[in-house]
């Protein structure tokens, strides 16, 4: 029997699945506070089916200690999706694998959020467009900038005014991100419980300049001036170091190894290094030699965003 109680075919072995495949984000990249944010080649992979109850299997170590049933975070997301629409979502069947280091401040709540949209999109027969599913998912996640990366790819700019969500994609931003990602986890709630309730008028105006300037010198190319803007952001990291002991001590060597500009890597506890286009394995390489204790990531940024398609099972289900 299939997933949907039916008898398989004759000589059919494989089974066809709806597949998701959502990238990873890194927000901020300094002073870009709640609205930048950049997809990277690590991702949340899943595959599904219907079935007559909840199933939730994990092919990664890391996700293991998470629910199986219908109480799972990605599942918990197309429920609600679905009852936003009045539709009744059907019992899947999945298979998850990730290789998105959780609570290190790389949009793993967001990528599981896009999933968890996806999965009502497609099985309830929703319709949804790229900016309707980002709506709901920053409506869940608070803000727009990770799952506006994980959806979209590249590097984006989101803003959410009231219920009015938009983004744009800045595809002309080139560089190669390089992480540094230490064993400790920081949940972003307590990150973001040392950050100021308030800020006041003139020190908005200045930490507004350094994240346009920022914005500007990454769009023109100008890798020394958006670094200098990156160490200067005077929205969140001056807060956020004190959790990230390391942070100095990482962007000294970073920038020694070549990198142009340092910044926590969302809420933290990772550490994103940039390097102009085509220099990022260099870097990562002097940096791996260097940095003690942590893992050194050199990536790319992911341009695609979140696909999906039907496809024969390729997941141990």
């Known amino acids: 029997m299939n997933g949907l109680g039916e008898p398989h075919a004759a000589g059919i072995t494989a089974r066809q699945v709806f597949a998701v495949k959502v990238p990873a984000s890194s927000a901020n990249l300094g002073p870009g506070f709640d609205s930048l944010a950049v997809a990277l080649d690590l991702y949340l992979e899943l595959e599904a089916e219907r079935s ?32 936003m629409y009045k539709q009744k979502m059907p019992p899947l069947r999945m298979s998850v694998k990730s290789d998105i280091p959780l609570a290190r401040g790389l949009g793993s709540s967001a990528a599981a959020i896009v999933a968890g949209v996806e999965l009502a999109n497609e099985f309830c027969n929703l319709e949804l ?83 346009n300037q920022q914005l500007a010198a990454l769009l023109t190319h100008n890798w020394t001036l958006a670094g200098r803007m990156m160490a200067a952001d005077l929205f969140h990291q001056p807060y956020r170091k004190e959790l990230v002991p390391f942070f100095d001590d990482v962007h000294e060597k970073a920038i020694q190894s070549g990198a142009f500009g340092v910044a926590l890597s969302g809420a933290g506890p990772s550490i994103l290094c940039l390097a ?12 791996k030699r260097c940095v003690d204790g942590m893992e050194i990531l050199t990536l790319k940024i992911d341009r695609n965003g979140c696909s999906s398609s039907m496809k024969k099972s390729g997941f141990a289900i």
């Open 276 to 287: 102009e286009p085509g220099k990022g394995d260099e870097v990562g390489e002097k940096m």
């Open 129 to 211: 467009s790229l900016l309707e599913k980002l709506k709901i998912a920053a409506g869940f996640e608070g803000h727009p900038d990770n799952a506006g990366a994980s959806l979209f790819g590249g590097v984006v700019v989101g803003s959410q005014i009231g219920d009015e969500v938009d983004l744009t994609v800045l595809d002309q931003i080139q560089f190669d991100p390089i992480l540094v990602v230490p064993r400790e986890e920081l949940l972003t709630e307590i990150s973001r419980d040392v950050l100021p309730a308030n800020m006041e008028f003139q020190h908005s105006v200045r930490a507004s300049a350094v994240a």
């Open 52 to 83: 007559n109850r909840w199933e939730v299997e994990f092919l990664s170590p890391s996700l293991t200690d998470f629910p199986r049933d219908e109480t799972n975070y990605i599942c918990q997301i197309a429920l609600k999706t679905a009852l």
